[in-house]
Nanobody, 124 residues
Framework: QVQLEESGGGLVQAGGSLRLSCAAS????????MGWFRQAPGKEREFVAS????????YSADSVKGRFTISRANAKNTVYLQMNNLKPGDTAVYYC?????????????????WGQGTQVTVSS
């Protein structure tokens, strides 16, 4: 069983930056694809970014492309989401997810393990 724990959320002004971290334990982190998703109040959970097991293949949603970057450090069992030029529309709970497959997906239903989430609030 894999446990995921997110950290790094908080309150930031528009235009600011945050870096989210997700630490994994209890599984073979280096064999899993990883993803970040977010959910705003009253909305469905949506894809933000994902990375393959090796870190060679990265994908991001159009809404964050050029502003957010996903990366992973397999030696530390950690995946990161660097968020720059944040906008009020980025306000949401951000979730880390692991997929028991080496290649990532933007489909929320293809992920097997989820963290508890971390709140990101962007003020205007």
């Amino acid at each position: 069983q894999v446990q995921l724990e997110e950290s790094g959320g908080g309150l930031v002004q528009a235009g600011g930056s945050l870096r989210l971290s997700c630490a994994a334990s209890g599984g073979t982190f280096s064999s899993y694809a990883m993803g970040w998703f977010r959910q705003a109040p009253g909305k469905e959970r949506e894809f933000v970014a994902s990375v393959s097991w090796s870190g060679d293949a990265e994908y991001s949603a159009d809404s964050v492309k050029g502003r957010f970057t996903i990366s992973r450090a397999n030696a530390k069992n950690t995946v990161y989401l660097q968020m720059n030029n944040l906008k009020p529309g980025d306000t949401a709970v951000y979730y880390c997810a692991a997929r028991r497959f080496p290649y990532s997906s933007s489909d929320v239903n293809r992920y097997d393990y989820w963290g508890q989430g971390t709140q990101v609030t962007v003020s205007s």
